[in-house]
């Protein structure tokens, strides 16, 4: 079932949350109207899986974010600088306007010494220095994935860097964009937002609206199955994925709308239960993934 | 579908239901809404059908009377448990018998909150019986106080009966 042929009008207003933004945007900085700003993505403790993710984003696409709707400082991922310059130019930021993106915790053991991003003056800087020097003088701050949201995998137990999210060591809003990794529309919807309007309605975890509304549960394909008590037995099986220790009832997401890989599928549709990525806590609070031999079937 | 699921099905909901969704199919105008009224008309149709087939269904219980009112006792089956009772005709669990109750093995998934003992097998939340890390079987009430302190959310669980 592919979400292109749903007529449902709140499935097509829902795919298209960030694509009308960023239509709207396109707009604005076709006429000159919206002005670019600056962009920030510092990387911290984990995988680069964020920025990997938003290279695959195709509406619009990463080239676009660059040259037309930020000036992209500083990534040290794809920046074509190195060493003291790069950091230069990181650090050039600070005194005027900019919006940092953070992906990755932030190790505090022993001073944060276990992730230093580079050497400045001689002197090396470590991730905890860069984001709160950083992150106190941002327009905003907008954590990405996992790791940045609240540890993620990064604090996995028994997280021997002592990980903790962006969050913990700033004294200010952080928009918070839980995933792992992020959606590229979670992320240019949120940018694209800010850039045309600010910041975009939060729920009580910070998370933007726009995106985070919804259990997975809610919107899920299978939830016939589910209200009716017909449950997989093993993975492959078409029906609800409850008894297996589906995590869609807890994660609050629009996957079943919106889709991974431009937008082409996403875990159960793919017959795997979800394991919220999404949510708080991930991976730890959302194990085990996979259970058999669980509890009885209440109706067949 | 057990025959034992069957209690606080009530006939006459199921009905009202039915007919509710009838009268409303006449006057809606939007596609999308009635789609979603037939989804809703279908899914209650094919649980009377459902409760029918447990009923008339022959060995595996005797024919049954129909449940005509939510709350009634259920009508058949014991549990995969026998269950511990004591006169008063409430359940008591001690802790080590709370602690069968894990939802592994095809048992249900029981968890005790401030004494009161509730069934979340069926509890989306509490898919496969693990719950943000925590597990059936077990007395969580300082878990709940520390995570979902000032939420009303456990009455809408089934209560089961008592710790002891
Ligand atoms: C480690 C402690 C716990 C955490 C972190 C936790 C977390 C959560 C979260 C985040 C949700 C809501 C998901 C959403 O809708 O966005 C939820 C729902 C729920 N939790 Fe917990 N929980 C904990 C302990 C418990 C315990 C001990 C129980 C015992 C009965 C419980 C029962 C429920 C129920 C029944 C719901 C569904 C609420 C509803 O129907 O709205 N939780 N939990
Ligand atoms: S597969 Fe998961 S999200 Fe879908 S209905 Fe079943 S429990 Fe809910």
Same mark, same amino acid.
């Given at each position: 079932?592919?979400?292109?042929?749903?007529?449902?009008?709140?499935?097509?207003?829902?795919?298209?949350?960030?694509?009308?933004?960023?239509?709207?945007?396109?707009?604005?900085?076709?006429?000159?109207? %919206?002005?670019?700003? /600056?962009?920030?993505?510092?990387?911290?403790?984990?995988?680069?899986?964020?920025?990997?993710?938003? %290279?695959?984003?195709?509406?619009?696409?990463?080239?676009? =974010?660059?040259?037309?709707?930020?000036?992209?400082?500083?990534?040290?991922?794809?920046?074509?600088?190195?060493?003291?310059?790069?950091?230069?130019? %990181?650090?050039?930021?600070?005194?005027?306007?900019?919006?940092?993106?953070?992906?990755?915790?932030?190790?505090?053991?022993? +001073?944060?010494?276990? +992730?230093?991003?580079?050497?400045?003056?001689?002197? %090396?800087?470590?991730?905890?220095?860069?984001?709160?020097?950083?992150?106190?003088?941002?327009?905003?701050?907008?954590?990405?994935?996992?790791?940045?949201?609240?540890?993620?995998?990064?604090?996995?137990?028994?997280?021997?860097?002592?990980?903790?999210?962006?969050?913990?060591? =700033? /004294?200010?809003?952080?928009?918070?964009?839980?995933?792992?990794?992020?959606?590229?529309?979670?992320?240019?919807?949120? =940018?694209?937002?800010?850039?045309?309007?600010?910041?975009?309605?939060?729920?009580?975890?910070?998370?933007?609206?726009?995106?985070?509304?919804?259990?997975?549960?809610?919107?899920?394909?299978?939830?016939?199955?589910?209200?009716?008590?017909?449950?997989?037995?093993?993975?492959?099986?078409?029906?609800?994925?409850?008894?297996?220790?589906?995590?869609?009832?807890?994660?609050?997401?629009?996957?079943?709308?919106?889709?991974?890989?431009?937008?082409?599928?996403?875990?159960?549709?793919?017959?795997?239960?979800?394991?919220?990525?999404?949510?708080?806590?991930?991976?730890?609070?959302?194990?085990?993934?996979?259970?058999?031999?669980?509890?009885?079937?209440?109706?067949? | 579908?057990?025959?034992?699921?069957?209690?606080?099905? $009530?006939?006459?909901?199921?009905?009202?239901?039915? *007919?509710?969704?009838?009268?409303?199919?006449?006057?809606?105008?939007? !596609?999308?809404?009635? *789609?979603?009224?037939?989804?809703?008309?279908?899914?209650?149709?094919?649980?009377?059908? $459902?409760?029918?087939?447990?009923?008339?269904?022959?060995?595996?219980?005797?024919?049954?009377?129909?449940?005509?009112?939510?709350?009634?006792?259920?009508?058949?089956?014991?549990?995969?448990?026998?269950?511990?009772?004591?006169?008063? *005709?409430?359940?008591?669990?001690?802790?080590?018998?709370?602690?069968?109750?894990?939802?592994?093995?095809?048992?249900?998934?029981?968890?005790?909150?401030?004494?009161?003992?509730?069934?979340?097998? $069926?509890?989306?939340?509490?898919?496969?019986?693990?719950?943000?890390?925590?597990?059936?079987?077990?007395?969580?009430? *300082?878990?709940? !106080?520390?995570?979902?302190?000032?939420?009303?959310?456990?009455?809408?669980?089934?209560? !089961?009966?008592?710790? !002891?």
């Amino acid at each position: 079932m592919s979400n292109r042929s749903i007529t449902c009008p709140e499935y097509k207003a829902r795919l298209n949350t960030a694509a009308n933004l960023l239509d709207t945007m396109k707009t604005q900085i076709r006429q000159g109207v %919206l002005k670019k700003r /600056n962009l920030v993505w510092l990387e911290l403790t984990g995988c680069s899986g964020n920025i990997i993710s938003l %290279l695959d984003g195709s509406n619009p696409d990463f080239k676009y =974010l660059i040259s037309q709707m930020t000036n992209f400082i500083y990534n040290n991922s794809l920046s074509a600088s190195e060493g003291e310059v790069a950091m230069e130019q %990181l650090f050039s930021v600070l005194g005027s306007d900019y919006i940092l993106a953070v992906e990755g915790a932030v190790t505090t053991k022993n +001073n944060g010494l276990y +992730n230093i991003i580079g050497r400045l003056n001689g002197k %090396l800087v470590t991730a905890i220095e860069a984001v709160k020097t950083l992150g106190e003088k941002a327009a905003f701050v907008i954590a990405i994935g996992a790791c940045a949201t609240h540890g993620g995998v990064s604090a996995a137990r028994p997280n021997p860097a002592e990980c903790v999210s962006v969050q913990s060591v =700033l /004294n200010r809003k952080v928009i918070k964009l839980p995933g792992c990794p992020c959606h590229p529309d979670w992320f240019m919807g949120t =940018l694209a937002h800010i850039l045309l309007y600010g910041e975009p309605d939060l729920d009580r975890r910070d998370r933007p609206l726009l995106f985070y509304s919804t259990l997975i549960h809610d919107r899920c394909p299978r939830r016939s199955y589910f209200d009716k008590g017909i449950f997989a037995e093993k993975l492959g099986d078409k029906t609800c994925m409850f008894k297996l220790g589906c995590r869609g009832p807890v994660t609050r997401i629009d996957c079943p709308i919106r889709q991974w890989n431009q937008y082409v599928n996403w875990p159960i549709e793919d017959d795997t239960p979800c394991i919220g990525c999404a949510q708080f806590g991930f991976p730890d609070a959302m194990e085990p993934f996979i259970s058999y031999n669980t509890t009885r079937e209440v109706r067949r | 579908m057990r025959a034992q699921d069957l209690s606080g099905i $009530s006939f006459d909901s199921i009905i009202a239901e039915v *007919n509710y969704d009838i009268n409303l199919l006449y006057v809606v105008p939007c !596609v999308y809404t009635r *789609n979603m009224i037939l989804n809703h008309l279908r899914d209650r149709i094919s649980m009377v059908e $459902s409760v029918t087939k447990a009923i008339i269904q022959p060995g595996q219980l005797q024919p049954q009377p129909l449940p005509l009112q939510p709350g009634v006792t259920p009508i058949a089956e014991p549990p995969a448990l026998q269950q511990p009772t004591t006169p008063g *005709n409430q359940t008591t669990f001690t802790l080590q018998e709370l602690s069968k109750y894990d939802g592994k093995g095809g048992n249900p998934a029981y968890v005790t909150v401030n004494g009161t003992v509730y069934d979340v097998t $069926s509890n989306a939340t509490w898919a496969a019986a693990t719950h943000f890390g925590l597990t059936a079987g077990k007395d969580l009430s *300082n878990e709940f !106080v520390s995570c979902h302190a000032g939420e009303s959310i456990l009455s809408k669980l089934k209560v !089961v009966g008592k710790l !002891v």
